[in-house]
């Protein structure tokens, strides 16, 4: 079994990294390759785990949903495309490598 944390997780640690762009901006962009070292180190070896976790995580969180970080701040869900999908895509069926989060 092996221990990562949880795309909730791995994006508050992204966005706490991220702090004063998103209070001068309003939004964030994060890539899935990101999102998916945060959750382990060895993000290429556990592929396939971890992207059925943000899978998951996604389908919570269609475009256009509301997600709430760790701080209680409120965003709108969006995803994007990349030039090239290189680690996976939030979704089996669609494009989209990068997620979109605005301040509400």
Same mark, same amino acid.
């Given at each position: ?6 795309? %909730? %997780?791995?994006?508050? @640690?992204?966005?706490? @990294? $991220? ?5 001068? =901006? ?7 390759? =990101? ?16 992207? $059925?976790?943000? +899978?998951?995580?996604? @389908? ?8 709430? $970080? ?13 030039? +090239? ?7 089996? %069926?669609? @494009? ?9």
């Amino acid at each position: 079994m092996i221990k990562m944390k949880t795309v %909730d %997780d791995a994006i508050n @640690e992204l966005l706490s @990294e $991220d702090e004063y762009f998103i209070r001068r =901006d309003g939004f964030v962009i994060l890539r899935i390759q =990101d999102i998916a070292k945060k959750m382990h180190f060895q993000c290429w070896k556990y592929r396939k785990k971890i992207l $059925d976790e943000i +899978h998951k995580w996604a @389908e919570q969180y269609p475009s256009h949903s509301q997600w709430t $970080d760790a701080e209680g701040r409120e965003y709108i869900v969006g995803y994007g495309q990349q030039m +090239h999908p290189a680690y996976g895509t939030f979704r089996e %069926d669609r @494009e989209g490598d990068m997620l979109e989060l605005v301040r509400k």
